[in-house]
């Protein structure tokens, strides 16, 4: 059923049916009955509850940050079974992101590619939507964790970088869970200069700095992109332990368009931007893997890139992730994916 409806689908623009398919959703939600309906049809059947930094998830199972940008979705997103959403990437002023179109699918190699460019309503706007969510829900009914996906504004020097991570993280502190530093994005120019060792000592740092002085502190990762070099990525694991990161978050989308079959012309149509999806699988398992060995285990691995079946999800696992996290995967596979995934770990 998801199959054909996925084929119509698209095609459409694939932002527009992005928005569209989730305000359906939203719209169906209203109604108790549906919603409950949905609940327990896409709710994981097998109880895989898991603890890390601190967090209790119901399941390992989470959406990566770039579908819900602003926080507009999160109690339709818990309806389909997800065990933690990352809200963002969020910027401390609200910006539109770059020129339209911009996220494109290669149907052939199950590919997206997104040039979106940090798109979204800013840190003070999302803040106040999710302490709506929080008080729509009493604590012991919220089984969504939620993590805060970071970056910096397209205006904003690298040098002064740090200044946008520091404004998104006061604001978005007493509303997330966790932190995620993106500092890995491909369609930000220049953000991707600040995965180098000094500019990150510099943001991490000094996010630290303010977890310290914090009531609650807040779990700090960072997400990494694929198309590290082997002394970069040594680079990374090396600050992560010395300032004590909580977690890494591997990968993010790449540059690289080596191995695809789709037609060249849909690949040069796609143009410039990000690549996500099955390409990505075989390297983020490589990532994860490395780091997990480098590091003996000891800093916790959200795997993300390429995971599609309980049989990806596995292999994500048995390379020395904690958790993973689903986005193309989701828009290929239809709202059936997180209870899939679950099911199949039992």
């Known amino acids: 059923m998801y199959k054909l409806l996925r084929n119509i689908l698209f095609w459409f623009d694939a932002e527009k049916v992005h928005y569209f398919s989730m305000d359906i959703l939203k719209f169906l939600c209203r109604s108790s009955f549906i919603k409950n309906f949905l609940r327990k049809k896409y709710s994981p059947a097998a109880r895989l509850s898991r603890n890390f930094f601190g967090l209790n998830f119901s399941n390992p199972v ?5 579908f819900d940008k602003n926080a507009v979705y999160l109690p339709e997103l818990r309806v389909l079974g997800f065990g933690f959403v990352e809200i963002g990437t969020v910027t401390a002023l609200p910006q539109d992101g770059n020129p339209k179109p911009r996220l494109f699918r290669l149907p052939k190699d199950k590919a997206i590619v997104n040039r979106m460019g940090f798109n979204n309503d800013g840190a003070s706007v999302i803040a106040e939507r999710l302490k709506r969510f929080r008080e729509a829900y009493s604590p012991t009914d919220i089984s969504l964790v939620i993590g805060g996906n970071i970056g910096k504004n397209k205006s904003t020097p690298n040098e002064d970088a740090w200044k946008d991570y520091e404004t998104c993280f006061t604001i978005l502190k007493d509303h997330v869970d966790y932190f995620v530093v993106n500092v890995s994005s491909p369609n930000t120019p220049g953000l991707r200069e600040l995965q180098q060792k000094d500019s990150l000592k510099k943001i991490l740092g000094r996010i630290q700095e303010l977890n310290r002085t914090s009531k609650i502190k807040k779990p700090l990762l960072l997400k990494i992109s694929p198309d590290l070099l ?40 796609a143009g410039a931007g990000g690549l996500s999806g099955k390409p990505l699988t075989q390297e983020s398992t490589r990532i994860t893997n490395y780091i997990a060995e480098k590091t003996n285990g000891t800093i916790p691995i959200i795997s993300s890139g390429g995971i599609f079946t309980g049989n990806d999800a596995k292999e994500k696992f048995k390379a020395g992730a904690s958790l993973i996290e689903v986005w ?4 290929y596979e239809g709202p059936s994916i997180v209870k899939k995934i679950c099911n ?3």
């Open 344 to 346: 199949s770990l039992r």
């Open 230 to 269: 082997p002394n970069e990525l040594d680079d990374i694991i090396d600050l992560a332990i010395e300032i004590k990161l909580d977690g890494l978050v591997a990968a993010n989308t790449t540059l690289s368009r080596r191995n695809l079959i789709s037609p060249e012309n849909e690949i040069n149509k």
């Open 62 to 66: 989470g959406l990566a940050a770039g």
């Open 328 to 331: 193309t995967g989701f828009i």
